[in-house]
């Protein structure tokens, strides 16, 4: 089962996605946690590319390497892993974080981006996606309190994060089968019980 967990920078994902993993793995899944963009040796070197404020990336340049990146980890991790019995793989991202960021945010179109999603992806699909809503304030005052100057990313203005989260609670209402909306202004403990309702209503009993 593949479950991959969206939402803007500082929606509090690395928080939850460690919490699943825990409790999945006590409940004796073969549990694997992977990111995007990265995952891999190559993936890794996309990351830093892309995450560094001084690489200067069209936005079709930097939506092909989040997908090469994507490409790379399916093939090389996640497909493998998915092989395995009673296994579940978490992503911090999948392909919905180009659709919103790339083909909102920067503008390519929805359409188009989900196209090339699905060429990176050979169609694999996560069975289920959680998507973590918070407002604009509440991410920037936790990406303050993380710490760290904001990456390339994060260098973007309100509106570009606005229309972002208007395009992941649009997409929730495009595939309310497999999109979660959870509210994740509330503490830790609160969202991962939303999470976890989520997930446990999807396991294989
Ligand atoms: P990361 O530090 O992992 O951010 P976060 O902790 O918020 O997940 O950086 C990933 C950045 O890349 C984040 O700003 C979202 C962006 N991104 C895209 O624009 N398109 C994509 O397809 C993916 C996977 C990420």
Request: proline content about 4%; charged content about 25%.
């Amino acid at each position: 089962m593949l479950i991959s967990f969206e939402g803007i920078d500082g929606s509090g994902k690395s928080t939850q996605l460690e919490l699943a993993r825990e409790w999945l793995a006590g409940l004796g899944y073969d549990v694997l946690l992977t990111r995007e963009p990265g995952g891999t040796s190559a993936g890794e070197a996309i990351r830093e590319l892309l995450l560094n404020p001084k690489s200067h990336l069209t936005g079709r340049a930097e939506f092909l390497l989040y997908s090469a990146s994507r490409a790379q980890l399916v093939e090389d991790v996640l497909a493998p892993h998915l092989k395995k019995p009673r296994s579940i793989a978490l992503v911090d991202r999948f392909a919905d974080s180009s659709t919103v960021y790339q083909g909102v945010g920067r503008m390519l179109g929805i359409e188009a981006v989900q196209e090339v999603n699905d060429f990176a992806t050979g169609n694999l699909q996560p069975e289920l996606t959680l998507y973590l809503d918070v407002d604009y304030e509440t991410s920037l005052a936790r990406r303050k309190t993380s710490g760290g100057a904001p990456d390339r990313l994060e260098q973007n203005p309100r509106e570009f994060f606005e229309a972002v989260r208007a395009a992941y609670i649009e997409l929730c209402t495009a595939y309310p089968e497999r999109m979660v909306r959870i509210d994740a202004r509330e503490s830790a403990e609160n969202v991962f019980q939303q999470v976890r309702a989520a997930i446990s209503s999807r396991l294989p009993n």
